[in-house]
């Protein structure tokens, strides 16, 4: 869970030093690509435990009955 987005976020700033180094000028290295990365990461790990939560408590309620 907080690995995944341990792991989005390391791959979102690899990814920019692969445009840096790799890409021979038709990519552009950006720490605001870097940051936008994380946050997506965030945002996507956020909304997915919101998810999730409301998901097993619906199942709770519905197996209660």
Known sequence: TICIL???CLYGIAMEYVQKY???GTREFSYGDMVAD????VIAY???RSITAKYQSRKLRKNAR
Do not use: D, E, M
Not at 38 to 41: E, K, M
């Open 46 to 48: 956020f909304l997915i």
């Open 38 to 41: 994380s946050l997506g990461a």
């Open 22 to 24: 790799f890409t021979h």
């Open 6 to 8: 341990v792991t989005a």
